[in-house]
């Protein structure tokens, strides 16, 4: 596989499993590389978390960092970085996504650390939605933000046209 394009998916403290693995399958399908930042709510071996990813894990470049200071230390990633936040203070859309850049996503029950949004709080983006609502699903975050940041860049590497099959037909995968 080759990639012409790079985004950098970098999960802080996830908590559940599941997220991980589909978010995984997000990175499998955008070439996108994965990096985890401890403590883990899990596993990374845990069943529940290779079963979300199914069988895309061979293709998911992924990096477990023992702490935010570790991450950095070992990436460099201070300037290139987007914070994807309920409190920040811009959409998603308004951020101009740029080759390598890394995009941040906080544990599902408290969101990134403050100490990181404030420090980067001119990268802080948010995805709009009802005030009456927390959040959005973490995997579904992901998701939503890599796919705007790949859409800014035309889907570099991407496979862009599918094939229409007529009704009732069925593909048979082995």
């Not at 012409?4 to 997220?19: A, G, H, K, S, T």
């Amino acid at each position: 596989m080759v990639t012409l394009f790079m985004l950098n998916i970098v999960l802080v403290e996830p908590e559940i499993p599941m997220n991980t693995g589909n978010i995984a399958r997000t990175c499998a399908a955008t070439g996108s590389r994965l990096h985890l930042i401890r403590p883990l709510g899990f596993d990374i071996s845990d069943r529940a978390v290779k079963r979300a990813g199914l069988d895309y894990w061979h293709l998911v470049d992924l990096s477990v960092y023992d702490s935010l200071p570790d991450f950095f230390s070992r990436t460099g990633a201070e300037k290139n970085l987007w914070l994807a936040s309920t409190k920040a203070p811009r959409p998603y859309t308004e951020a101009k996504f740029e080759d390598g850049c890394y995009l941040f996503f906080g544990k599902e029950t408290a969101g990134l650390p403050e100490p990181l949004r404030t420090a980067h709080y001119d990268r802080c983006i948010r995805i709009p939605m009802f005030a009456e609502a927390r959040s959005l699903n973490l995997a579904n975050s992901v998701a939503v933000v890599v796919y705007e940041a790949l859409r800014q860049l035309d889907f570099p590497g991407l496979c862009q046209e599918g094939e229409m099959r007529p009704a009732g037909s069925r593909q048979v995968v082995l």
